[in-house]
């Protein structure tokens, strides 16, 4: 007596899909979602999928084995199975590319992109809910998606039994998207092996593509990349999941008004993010040249931002002064309730501002400061509310960069922490709290990185030699492009003494007038002054043999294995020390740091992931081979926590932190 079946999900939404955390169970084995798709799908009874809130995954796929999708206008739907180092394993990525053709499917399975509903203006606005489903650009579906009349049979409805949409020229089409996959890849499999999938939908018939996308499925599952991936998606909501004994918390309302002080390059950025935010901002500059500058700038990105808007600028609101007020009247710090201090890396003018701050602001505003590597203590010294200070070390673009590091000093209070991890929330940035010390977690680690990458120049490598190791290991960008990029006279560390070893190139670069891209010449050449194209430069190449010569170093073939091992070891050794010494509260702290704000390939899970896929025994043992070889530079010589967790068996990441004898967390 069924006339038709509807499955839909709770709480507003229909389904996440499959429980990553089942996928490193012991009790998965054997249970697959494809069949009970099809069974779905070969139901003589209509099976109507009505999606509300996501339809994920597996829970895509189960709507893709129904007869009809039905959806709420603000659904959003995607395969986002790539992003954890998967594929759609439950037959989508052959029912996908039936239903909405290959270039629609390629693109969402391949990225992992999830697509809101775009209700065309020429529907009747009847009722919001359970409009037919339709995704940008994907009219077939639209049309596919009404109902058919009663007592008709379900044959044409079901998807797979329709041929692949046929494109006139196929082939030529999947190579030029093939070569596009692998190029946003950067050593990840998982949208190579989408790419094949869907790949096998155009070639073969459905059941033998559905065994194809078994296969790969397996593939990705045993391949190291999927465990990372999916490591780095728990670790990434454990980090933001800050609370306080006392509970304390502080919400971002509409009638809260921040602070930005300051326009320079992170200013700007800072700006542009709160406004996209809805939060709203006044931006306070010294003297009206500067804020002139500012505001030209401020307004570019924002209208960049708003292009990048499916609703289009006016959602975005910035010419209302009521969202965002530009000035040089220090007067309107008396009624803001969090400031947001970006001026420069200058402690002495730091605290000279913060010394204001805390005279004009009213008692219960929040101060932050965005710096890099400055003492947040001292800078709290110069106000007379240091338990309302912290550190919010925002990265370069800050209205692009996910990464808020959030740096609470000795007298900062809980509710200042929940404040600023809110403020990361509501920016949709990933806070993560650490502890005071110089160059925080992220730059701290990244100083060792950088100083071997010089000292691989000084010994005999190069700096195409160095990127090309790092940027095949799955980074962006390499260490010398990305000091070409940043500019060479922008502090780097690495060139600290305090009686170590040492590496003058740097500065000697500068002496001759090679700042990076800026100048047209750094680490490598540019086409011209602000060029992108980096290029092997021979001067550098005659440069860097003269100095050997001078320097008496023997030049010496570098491998890759060593290139990569010292860059990357003596990263994670800092790691351990950063870990013992209480200034993270975990190695996914140290990784959800890097992979949002360092460009760390997120396929090998952050640094101490890494590490611990590497084996603590095996990178100790090559800390102590070239800390031999080296006995002048400190970030080679291994931690006493790595020593200590190797003593200990090499336990599992999880356990690493029980091993501290005293509590780690100085929160
Ligand atoms: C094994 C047999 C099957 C084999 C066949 C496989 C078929 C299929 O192709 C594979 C998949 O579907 S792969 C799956 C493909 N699907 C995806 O990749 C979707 C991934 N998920 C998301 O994109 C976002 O979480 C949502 C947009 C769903 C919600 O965003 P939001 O509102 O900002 O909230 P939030 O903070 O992000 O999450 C809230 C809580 O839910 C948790 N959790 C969420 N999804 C989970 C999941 N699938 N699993 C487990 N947990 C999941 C999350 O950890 C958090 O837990 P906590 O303990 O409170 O910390």
């Given at each position: 007596s069924v006339k038709a079946v509807m499955i839909c999900g709770e709480n507003g939404k229909f389904s996440a899909g499959a429980d990553i955390k089942g996928f490193s169970s012991p009790k998965r084995r054997g249970i697959a979602l494809g069949p009970i798709v099809s069974l779905i799908e070969r139901s003589e009874k209509p099976v109507v999928a009505a999606i509300e809130g996501v339809a994920l995954g597996g829970g895509l796929e189960v709507a893709l084995g129904c007869h009809y999708r039905i959806a709420h206008v603000k659904a959003r739907m995607g395969l986002p199975e790539v992003t954890i180092g998967l594929l759609p394993g439950a037959e989508g990525t052959q029912r996908l590319p039936r239903l909405v053709g290959v270039p629609a499917a390629l693109d969402m399975i391949t990225t992992g992109k999830v697509l809101c509903l775009v209700i065309p203006p020429a529907w009747p606005k009847t009722h919001e809910f359970l409009l037919p489903m339709y995704l940008p650009d994907v009219d077939a579906l639209f049309c596919n998606s009404i109902f058919l009349p009663p007592g008709q049979p379900l044959g044409p409805r079901?998807?797979?039994?329709?041929?692949?949409p046929k494109l006139p020229n196929m082939e030529a089409f999947l190579s030029e998207a093939l070569v596009k996959v692998k190029k946003q890849a950067h050593g990840c499999l998982a949208p190579e092996l989408c790419f094949q999938a869907v790949k096998a939908a155009t070639e073969q018939p459905f059941a033998d593509g559905v065994r194809r996308e078994q296969e790969l499925f397996n593939v990705l599952l045993t391949s190291g990349q999927a465990q990372a991936l999916q490591y780095a998606f728990f670790a990434e909501r454990a980090v933001q999941k800050w609370t306080t004994p006392s509970g304390a918390s502080w919400k971002i309302s509409d009638s809260v008004s921040l602070l930005s002080l300051g326009l320079g390059t992170m200013g700007r950025g800072i700006v542009t993010s709160l406004v996209k935010a809805k939060i709203p901002v006044v931006a306070l500059e010294q003297d009206l040249e500067y804020l002139n500058m500012g505001r030209k700038a401020v307004m570019f990105l924002l209208e960049r931002e708003a292009m990048k808007m499916e609703q289009g600028a006016q959602t975005l609101d910035f010419h209302n002064p009521a969202r965002l007020q530009f000035t040089v009247d220090f007067d309107v710090l008396r009624d803001v309730d969090l400031v947001i201090e970006a001026v420069f890396e200058n402690m002495a003018l730091k605290k000279e501002i913060f010394h204001k701050l805390s005279r004009i602001c009213k008692p219960g505003a929040f101060l932050c400061t965005n710096t890099s590597a400055l003492n947040i203590n001292e800078i709290a010294s110069a106000t007379s509310r240091p338990q309302q200070v912290i550190g919010t070390h925002f990265f370069s673009p800050a209205h692009v960069m996910k990464l808020l590091e959030i740096i609470y000093g000795h007298h900062t209070s809980p509710t200042t922490i929940a404040t600023a991890m809110q403020l990361a929330k509501v920016l949709k940035k990933v806070g993560v709290v650490v502890g005071n010390?110089?160059?925080?977690?992220g730059n701290r680690m990244m100083f060792p990185y950088a100083q071997q990458a010089v000292f691989l120049l000084e010994e005999g490598s190069r700096p195409e030699a160095v990127d090309q190791v790092i940027e095949d290991f799955?980074?962006?960008?390499g260490p010398f492009r990305m000091s070409d990029l940043a500019g060479l006279d922008v502090g780097t560390p690495a060139r600290q003494r305090h009686g170590h070893r040492y590496s003058p190139l740097p500065d000697l670069l500068c002496e001759n007038g090679r700042f990076g891209q800026k100048t047209g010449k750094g680490w490598y050449q540019y086409e011209k002054a602000g060029g992108r194209t980096a290029k092997p430069d021979p001067w550098l190449h005659s440069f860097l043999s003269q100095y050997r010569d001078t320097h008496r170093i023997k030049t010496r073939f570098i491998d890759q294995e060593e290139i990569l091992e010292r860059c990357l070891f003596s990263l994670i050794n800092e790691g351990f020390d950063i870990l013992a010494e209480g200034i993270?509260?975990?190695?996914e702290h140290l990784d959800v740091i890097y992979i949002n704000g360092y460009g760390w390939p997120k396929h090998r899970g952050g640094p101490m992931f890494y590490a611990s896929t590497v084996g603590l025994s095996r990178i100790l043992a090559k800390l102590q081979k070239y800390s031999e070889a080296h006995p002048d530079v400190p970030g080679l010589q291994p931690s006493a926590f790595l020593k200590k967790l190797v003593a200990m068996g090499n336990p599992p990441l999880k356990e690493w932190m029980s091993y501290l004898s005293r509590p780690n967390n100085k929160l």
């Open positions: 079901r998807l797979s039994l329709k041929p692949v010390c110089f160059g925080f977690a799955g980074f962006r960008i993270a509260s975990g190695p």
